[in-house]
Structure formats: structure tokens, C-alpha cells
């Protein structure tokens, strides 16, 4: 199995800060990766896929992805009250699909 | 965006089958991948596996020989059968689907199930 690795495990930051989150994969895994938003009791969101392209369905653009390979980011360009909230990678390259274990973001 | 509904009793006793059914709007069940995902308390996601709207599936090898998925299509509905579970299988299950098979476009908000005597 593909591993999938975030850091940091959590981050504490300002509403208007500028936040970058980091996944790494165990093996080259070209751009298939997703960045998904999770938040206590509600369903699960999926921002970007293909490593850079952004949801066509209200993800807002200060989100954004990059990467190739093995290492990717989600940048969060000026941090928002409503993106408090947990974020996972997802590979696609393989079978079984893996995530990592996730990055917090919490209020400073 | 597609709104997905679990379903399913949130206790089930050690060795029995967890079973859970998710609920699509009618008009989006045809041409998707449907998947379950499941984080356990404290713990990262994990894909379970999926089924095309044909009843085709692909299943994380870790959970192969417990796992059973299906699909009505006359419901607009897919469900997991889990047998033998654990404590270990004690999770907030999900339900997902795409377009493809490679991310989950659309999921439903989760339900905690609880595995204990």
C-alpha cells in the first residue's frame, strides 16, 4: 500500500493567515492526489484533486494545491472562520485507495 | 452537490454482521462509483472498497474476506455488509461517491457505528 503522510499533525494560525499543509507519499504517485475537509458531524469535502484543480462547486479560491510525485501542499491563502477544521490527502495511483492521517487546524 | 444519507443501526455486538445502506438521490445513481470510507475514533480514513452502479466492485485487500457490498438500483441505494467485527471495527462509517474511481466527489455526513457486547 501507498503511504501517505501529512505534517504537521496540527497547526494553530489567525483568521487572515496564510496556512500551508504538507502530504507525502511513499512512492511517486504522479498527481493523483486529493485534499479533502473535515469538520465534526458534517459530511466531508472535497476540495482538490488531481493534486491543483480546484472543485468546480463553491470551493473558494483561497484554496489552492501543487505537487508532483511525492511531495504536495494545500495552501489556504488568507484563513477564513469556516476552514477551522481537519484536512486529509488521498492518493488515487493505486489500489487500496490510502489517506493521510490528517492535519488540524485550530483557532491561535 | 449530492446529498448522501446513512443508514443503519449504531450497536452491533462482536462477531455479528454490521450492516449499513446509503441513500442517493435518483437522479445520480446511474454512471458513479460508490464507496465506503471509515475513520475509527482518533484514527485516519480508510477506504473499504467500492461498487459500480453495475454491482462491480474493488475492495481494500485488509477487509476482503469480511466485506460485502451491493447495490439497488429500483431504491437509488447501495449498502455494506461487514462480518466477524471487533472492537477495531468501531468507526464513523461513511458513504461516498464519483464519477471515477479515483477520488470521492460527494459523502454523506457519517454515522457512528459501535461495536460492543
Known amino acids: 500500500d501507498i503511504q501517505m503522510t501529512q505534517s504537521p499533525s496540527s497547526v494553530s494560525a489567525s483568521v487572515g493567515d496564510r496556512v500551508t499543509l504538507t502530504c507525502r507519499a511513499s512512492q511517486n504517485i504522479g498527481n493523483w492526489l486529493a485534499w479533502y475537509q473535515l469538520k465534526p458531524g458534517k459530511a466531508p469535502r472535497l476540495l482538490i484533486y488531481s493534486a491543483s484543480t480546484l472543485l468546480n462547486s463553491g470551493v473558494p479560491s483561497r484554496f489552492s494545491g501543487s505537487g508532483f510525485g511525492t511531495d504536495f501542499t494545500l495552501t489556504i491563502s488568507s484563513l477564513q472562520p469556516e476552514d477551522f477544521a481537519t484536512y486529509f490527502c488521498q492518493q488515487a495511483k493505486s489500489f487500496p485507495r490510502t489517506f493521510g492521517q490528517g492535519t488540524r487546524v485550530e483557532i491561535k | 452537490q449530492v446529498q448522501l444519507q446513512e443508514s443503519g443501526p449504531g450497536l452491533v455486538k462482536p462477531s455479528e454482521t454490521l450492516s449499513l445502506t446509503c441513500s442517493v438521490p435518483?437522479?445520480?445513481?446511474?454512471?458513479?462509483?460508490w464507496s465506503w470510507i471509515r475513520q475509527p475514533p482518533g484514527r485516519s480514513l480508510e477506504w473499504i472498497g467500492y461498487i459500480y452502479y453495475t454491482g462491480s466492485t474493488s475492495y481494500n485487500p485488509s477487509l476482503k474476506s469480511r466485506v460485502a457490498m451491493s447495490v439497488d438500483t429500483s431504491k437509488s441505494q447501495f449498502s455494506l455488509a461487514l462480518n466477524s467485527v471487533t472492537a477495531a471495527d468501531t468507526a464513523v462509517y461513511y458513504c461516498?461517491?464519483?464519477?471515477?474511481?479515483?477520488?470521492?466527489?460527494?459523502w454523506g455526513q457519517g454515522t457512528l457505528v459501535t461495536v460492543s457486547s
Open positions: 435518483e437522479a445520480s445513481f446511474s454512471g458513479y462509483y
Open positions: 461516498a461517491g464519483a464519477p471515477n474511481e479515483n477520488f470521492f466527489d460527494f
